[in-house]
């Protein structure tokens, strides 16, 4: 198409505000496909994401539109993911177009997540076309949200588009304004071909396919590609569109969105954010600054069974053919054995690896607890990386410890201020500003190191507000802390897989609580066995674990053989998740029950 009659927007929406509602409604009217089809499409690939309470990300679409002035556009929308796990993802979303559709629910206003995503929009100098949703409530307080938007986001009232993606109400404008208001491309059609990769897709008979927006020149079926950020050279195998499915085409054009399908083996050679050029007529600056994913939460994976090694290996590494923050290499824990340290970008990816790997694949996984990412500097001068707790040097070799601060932003109506503030600081967390949205809501900012929001943070922010917080964060600098490890000794033995890094101010009271968690999670055994949190050489807490009394056996000293059997078959269900380390046995629990210290 003519750039002259192509539009390209993306949508922001905080969760559950609509955008999956919506969307469907304007592939129905523009007749792309039944919202019934586009359903089935969609949530296959997403069960987990939908599960986990994320909105599902939908594929780029084109919509063919003919407009009241008679003339065809293409349209094409560009989902951002939902979570911000994902934030750099969003920002490639939104630098592939020149406009967004903003979805505020109408009963609810803005939300932490929806203003950060409209910074973002604006920082890429997006048209935004701001929409108040489900209108059809009873509870729909227009006036309240309509204020909100012009106030706090700075959208003249007079551009608000109210609609109802359930009734269908106010698709019509949207449409129309998509055309009047957002600006068309304006690529170079004779320039060089340069492509901007805003997702990237692994298909087994495909290769990578690269989803992309195409800025200046035309790519066509065959040509000879280079990606400037990795240098990896490959060929466009296939060229199309999203309709929604995969239609293939000649060749893309300045300003057009669809797919080249690279015959990459792996999305880490092909990453969101990197730019496609020609290897003939090559551009020579690249559409954006690259950065790979960059993970910021660490954990050891361990197969409870070790026969499971290989595996656990090969299924990390065909996640990763098509995850590219997913990162790993082997590691050894002398409590655990042989596993891998594995990167991820937030605590919700994590826990999309983790029941891909046991749901998909099969394998009984022993996660250690998460770990961020800590500069340390040495007496010698060296700085070293450290995101296994374990791995700390001595404390004589430390000079300083540097850890991840992270910006968040909360926003929460004005009545819990109080439990809020009182959470973060809970939480070292330093207090930067609060600014009101209207009479009844703020926007809290603070620093907070990572490591403190790594685990629970949010859902502890949710149930101490009742649900009405919302939060977004990033990461903002790392900062010298006075930090520990805390190591764990069970029955006189150090356990790696057990460490962890905290504030010293801390360290007392969560060595106390950990020993008291563990002398209740793990078992009793022949033994007495003791259980020692240290700082250095210096024990904080003890607690002992008693001797078993009795053989379990012993209660069926009747001689009933088949119970016998089942006893002991339940013992060894109950093993599954357990590891010994020296003589004890330790379950999964244990491993985590770092991640339930106040
Ligand atoms: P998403 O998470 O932003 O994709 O939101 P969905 O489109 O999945 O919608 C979230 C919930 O709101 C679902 O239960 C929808 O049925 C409901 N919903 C969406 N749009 C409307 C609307 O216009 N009116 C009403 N009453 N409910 C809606």
């Known amino acids: 198409a003519e750039q002259t009659h192509i539009r390209n927007f993306s949508i922001i929406a905080h969760v559950d505000h609509g955008k999956t509602t919506l969307s469907d409604r304007l592939l129905e009217v523009t007749q792309t496909l039944s919202s019934r089809e586009m359903r089935a499409q969609t949530l296959d690939a997403m069960d987990l994401e939908r599960e986990k309470g994320i909105t599902i990300k939908m594929h780029p679409v084109r919509l063919e539109y003919t407009a009241k002035d008679g003339q065809q556009y293409a349209l094409h929308m560009i989902d951002c993911p939902g979570h911000v796990d994902f934030s750099y993802e969003v920002s490639r979303s939104l630098q592939a177009c020149e406009g967004a559709l903003l979805i505020v629910d109408a009963s609810q206003g803005i939300e932490a997540q929806t203003l950060a995503n409209v910074y973002l929009a604006l920082e890429n100098n997006l048209e935004i076309i701001p929409i108040l949703n489900k209108i059809d409530l009873p509870g729909a307080e227009v006036e309240r949200v309509s204020e909100e938007v012009e106030h706090v986001l700075g959208l003249p009232r007079e551009e608000i588009i109210l609609a109802s993606g359930k009734e269908g109400t106010g698709v019509p404008e949207i449409l129309e304004a998509i055309v009047a208001r957002i600006p068309p491309p304006r690529g170079k059609n004779e320039a060089p071909a340069r492509a901007l990769i805003f997702d990237s897709q692994y298909n087994a008979y495909k290769g990578v396919i690269a989803y992309i927006r195409v800025v200046d020149g035309t790519i066509r079926t065959g040509d000879k590609l280079r990606l400037m950020g990795t240098d990896v050279l490959t060929e466009a195998m296939e060229i199309g569109f999203f309709r929604p499915g995969m239609v293939a085409g000649q060749a893309l054009s300045a ?344």
């Open 255 to 598: 300003g057009e969105v669809g797919y080249i399908a690279t015959g990459l083996k792996s999305v880490r050679d092909c990453q969101v954010g990197d730019t496609i050029t020609l290897i003939d007529n090559a551009a020579t600056e690249s559409l954006a600054p690259y950065e790979p994913a960059k993970p910021m939460v660490f954990a050891g994976l361990y197969p409870v069974d070790s026969g499971d090694y290989t595996l656990l290996r090969d299924a990390l590494d065909k996640l990763r053919l098509n995850d590219a923050a997913l990162s790993f290499e082997p590691e050894t824990s002398a409590a655990l054995g042989f596993g891998f340290r594995a990167g991820f970008l937030g605590l919700l990816h994590m826990e999309i690896v983790q029941e891909r790997l046991e749901r998909e694949y099969n394998i009984d996984l022993l996660i250690t607890a998460p770990s961020v990412e800590y500069q340390v500097l040495t007496n010698a001068g060296e700085i070293l990386i450290i995101d296994n707790p374990s791995e700390l040097p001595d404390v004589g070799m430390i000079d300083q410890i540097e850890e991840p601060m992270m910006a968040i932003s909360i926003i929460v109506p004005t009545r819990y201020i109080g439990v809020v503030m009182e959470l973060v600081t809970g939480k070292r967390g330093v207090f930067q500003s609060m600014d009101y949205l209207d009479k009844e809501r703020v926007v809290l900012k603070y620093e907070i190191p990572l490591s403190e929001i790594v685990v629970d943070f949010y859902d502890s922010l949710k149930s101490r507000t009742q649900g009405y917080a919302s939060l977004d964060y990033h990461l903002s600098s790392y900062r010298a802390s006075d930090l520990v490890k805390l190591d764990v000794l069970v029955n006189g033995t150090p356990v790696d897989a057990l460490s962890m890094i905290t504030h010293r101010d801390n360290a007392y009271r969560q060595g106390r609580q950990l020993v008291e968690k563990l002398q209740k999670l793990i078992p009793r055994q022949m033994f007495e066995v003791p259980i020692q949190a240290a700082v250095g050489s210096r024990v904080i807490a003890r607690e002992t674990i008693r001797a078993m009394r009795k053989d379990v056996l012993s209660k069926c000293y009747g001689g009933d053989i088949s119970r016998k059997r089942k006893l002991l078959e339940k013992q060894k269900e109950g093993k599954k998740r357990m590891k010994m380390v020296g003589n004890v046995e330790i379950p999964q629990d244990a491993f985590m029950a770092v991640l339930k210290l106040d």
